[in-house]
Structure formats: C-alpha cells, structure tokens
C-alpha cells in the first residue's frame, strides 16, 4: 500500500470507524454493591460525558508501521454524527467525511474517491460494536462503551481501574478521578491487541482534552498511530466543505 494510501485509510478507517452495532446499555445489568468512591464514579460518568457541538482540532499524525509517515491533520467532529478531516503533507493530499452510514474518503494526489458503507468499514474495526459517537468519545479520553455492573472496578489513589467484557473480548481503562478522562484504554480480540495512550491534558469550555494520543496495536504486525494536537476549537457552529470532483474516478483503497 504506498504512502497515500496508508494516510487516507488510518485517517479514515482506523481513526473514524463508523459501524452500527447494537449498544450496550448502563441498565443492562444491576450494579453490584461497591464501595462509596466507586459508586460515585459509577454515577458522574454521565455528566462528565463530553459536552460539545462543534469541535476542531489541529493534529500532527505520524504513523509507524510497514511505511512510516508524518501529516499534519484537521479534524472536525459534530458530536453524534459527523467527522470530518482533512490530511496534508505540504499540500492537501487527502480529504475524509463520516457519518453514521458511511466513510468517503477524497486522494487528492492520484485524484480518486473511495465510499465506504458500514459492512466495509466493519472488515477493519479492531473493536466490535464501535460506532462513530463511541469512535468520538475513545478520540477525546472517555469510555466508549458504558460501565456494566458486572465490571470490575478499583480505586487507588485517585485513579480508577475498569475491567470487564465487552462481546467474546476483553476490555479495560484507567481514568483520573479529578478529570473524569481516560489515561488508558486496551482492548484484546483473538487476532488483535489495542492499546491507546492519552496525555498532556488541557481544559477546554470545562472539558478535558488530551492533547497527546497514541495508539498502537498489533495484529499481528506492529503498527502505531501518534497523534499530537496543537489546538483544540469548541463553537456552535463549524463549516465542513466536502466534494467530489467531476474529474475524480472511482479508486476503493487495496491492501
């Protein structure tokens, strides 16, 4: 796969994955009795959930992998509903707009257009069941999924620890008691192991935001994704400009 291959499909696949399985709920189960530090926990994850419209955010993205690369990114995130990012080396080398049906992606370079819907997306989800308000949530250091009652929970020294099961898999997080973010997330399937580190928080309209991600999972190759964040905007209101050229064929991105 060459170089702007590799940047339009971690932009658009591995970062904003978008499928639609079915959620779990915090109702699910009852919460088993547990201690009053953990019980409050358990009850300010909702209203410590991310709280925006509008968000933008200015990145430099380096990848490692079987090719290693540097981009600088825009990303734009309408909560629930769209991402939307824009990848550069230089110039513009690729353009990206998800929603909850689908990915399209624009390689400005070799002037094609790629459209993935949700079964294609699915074939590279390291997480089963992420869809793309989840996929936001993991992006700015909050669960992506709810805390279950059968989740084991601990605190120790103002960090909690949550491990539980999510589908046939395993999954756990630690998240800081004072910001209510996550320092890190793991998540392990039969044929894949994520990790994903948060860092370098800044408060943002009452938010905490990382402004250090990185990612790395294996597959069983190595691969890693480091996102640095320069800037982080909260408005209302944002413009996403997404086209595709008459002069632009169709191209699927290949393996």
Request: glycine share 2%; aromatic share 10%.
């Amino acid at each position: 796969m060459n170089n702007i291959k590799i940047i339009a499909f971690f932009a658009a696949v591995l970062m904003f994955s978008c499928t639609t399985s079915k959620a779990i709920t915090k109702g699910d189960k009852p919460v088993k009795k547990v201690n009053a530090a953990v019980a409050d926990f358990i009850k300010n994850l909702d209203s410590a959930q991310p709280n925006y419209k509008w968000l933008r955010a200015k990145t430099v993205i380096d990848y490692e992998g079987e090719n290693s690369i540097s981009a600088t990114a825009i990303i734009k995130m309408r909560k629930d509903s769209i991402v939307w990012s824009s990848v550069s080396i230089l110039l513009e080398v690729a353009r990206m707009l998800a929603n909850t049906d689908s990915t399209v992606v624009l390689n400005n370079l070799q002037q094609t257009y790629s459209t993935y819907n949700l079964k294609d997306v699915e074939k590279f989800v390291a997480i089963p069941g992420l869809s793309l308000p989840a996929m936001q949530k993991l992006l700015l250091a909050f669960p992506p999924f709810p805390v279950l009652g059968e989740d084991i929970i601990t605190s120790i020294n103002n960090v909690f620890e949550v491990k539980g099961k999510r589908h046939a898999d395993s999954m756990s997080f630690s998240m800081d008691a004072a910001t209510m973010r996550m320092t890190h997330f793991r998540y392990r399937t039969d044929t894949m192991n994520v990790t994903v580190t948060y860092d370098k928080f800044e408060e943002k309209n009452g938010m905490w935001l990382p402004k250090s991600i990185k990612i790395l999972a294996f597959s069983p190759a190595r691969s890693a994704i480091n996102i640095s964040v320069s800037s982080y905007l909260i408005s209302d209101e944002d413009e996403v400009r997404f086209h595709v050229p008459a002069s632009f064929s169709n191209g699927r991105l290949k393996d």
